[in-house]
């Protein structure tokens, strides 16, 4: 699976941003992830396969949107009200188990992209 993100950008707080991530090959349980400077690996969002459960940390949770396009096989993250405590490297990662209850965790991903910056200034 290869993944490439795009999207990411320098915005202005409470702006708006839309992360794209165009996968090949067999992405099933998909997510994003972020780690802002200092700091460790941070999921964001994850949806499984089928686009129907989408799970989200604690701290974007009414601000982002997580979707899937399976026939374009792209993750997208829509990224509202944007806080400078939101700037970091964003990731995509895909090809991990279906999840039930328990949101998965960045060992369980096969794939990774390479990261789009988002950058919020106050």
């Known amino acids: 699976v290869q993944l490439q993100e795009s999207g990411g950008g320098s915005v202005q707080s409470g702006g708006s941003l839309k992360l794209s991530c165009a996968a090949s090959g067999d992405t099933r349980c998909m997510a994003w992830f972020r780690q802002a400077p200092g700091k460790g690996l941070e999921l964001v969002a994850a949806i499984n396969g089928d686009g129907l459960t989408t799970s989200y940390a604690d701290s974007v949770k009414g601000r982002f949107t997580g979707s899937r396009d399976n026939a374009k096989n792209t993750l997208y993250l829509q990224i509202n009200s944007l806080k400078a405590e939101d700037t970091a490297m964003y990731y995509c990662?895909?090809?991990?188990?279906?999840?039930?209850?328990?949101?998965?965790?960045?060992?369980?991903?096969?794939?990774w992209g390479q990261g789009t910056q988002v950058t919020v200034s106050s």
């Open positions: 990662a895909a090809n991990a188990p279906y999840y039930y209850e328990t949101t998965p965790i960045p060992t369980d991903f096969r794939a």
